[in-house]
T-cell receptor, first 110, second 117 residues
């Protein structure tokens, strides 16, 4: 069974701080996606990484896929209250099934 | 373009009662998923349809959960009888492609929140 563990589980920071969320597995994934979910809404895709070692930037968010394609990280620079939400990594393996991680709940205070 | 529609948004039932959730995916999306999301956790796949056929239902508790996607468009997810541990948000998602392994994107509905008392 493919599992994706995220850390930390909870993160509470002040506006302007930097943070990193980790997504780890013992399994290899063909691609890794990051979603953000706000209360009462479904997850929304932020980015997809498909190549080992790949780095993608989306404004203040930087996503990295591990060289072995077993892990990923999300780094947010100068966090803002609008970044508040549940961050989910999701891995696609050799089937069409997308496995979601355990989630990281981020709260950014003004 | 209209998004994934789900109903009802909220449902409160007592244990051993039954409940049904409805999902209308984005027009033209062949693949439809039902996920269960317990508060604060990541979504867990229950069942995946490709058109009106089941691709994966290995995580569906078949003794109490059932789902169908007649005509390959709308889908319903039923729970009968409900247990306390079924309290969760049930998310429906769709995608136009069969393989999400590369750059596919799941489009989610707002979810149906179930509380079992």
């Amino acid at each position: 069974t493919q599992l994706l563990e995220q850390s930390p589980q909870f993160l509470s920071i002040q506006e302007g701080e930097n943070l990193t969320v980790y997504c780890n597995s013992s399994s290899v994934f063909s691609s890794l996606q990051w979603y953000r979910q706000e209360p009462g809404e479904g997850p929304v895709l932020l980015v997809t990484v498909v190549t080992g070692g790949e780095v993608k930037k989306l404004k203040r968010l930087t996503f990295q896929f591990g060289d072995a394609r077993k892990d990923s990280s999300l780094h947010i620079t100068a966090a803002q209250p609008g970044d508040t939400g549940l961050y989910l990594c999701a891995g696609a393996g050799n089937t069409d099934k997308l496995i979601f991680g355990t989630g990281t709940r981020l709260q950014v205070f003004p | 373009e209209a998004g994934v529609a789900q109903s009802p948004r909220y449902k409160i039932i007592e244990k051993r009662q039954s409940v049904a959730f409805w999902c209308n995916p984005i027009s033209g999306h062949a693949t439809l998923y039902w996920y269960q999301q317990i508060l604060g956790q990541g979504p867990k796949l229950l069942i995946q349809f490709q058109n009106n056929g089941v691709v994966d239902d290995s995580q569906l508790p078949k003794d109490r959960f059932s789902a169908e996607r007649l005509k390959g468009v709308d889908s319903t997810l039923k729970i009968q009888p409900a247990k306390l541990e079924d309290s969760a948000v049930y998310l429906c998602a769709s995608t136009p492609i069969h393989h999400v392994a590369w750059d596919g994107e799941l489009f989610f509905g707002e979810g149906s929140r179930l509380t079992v008392l």
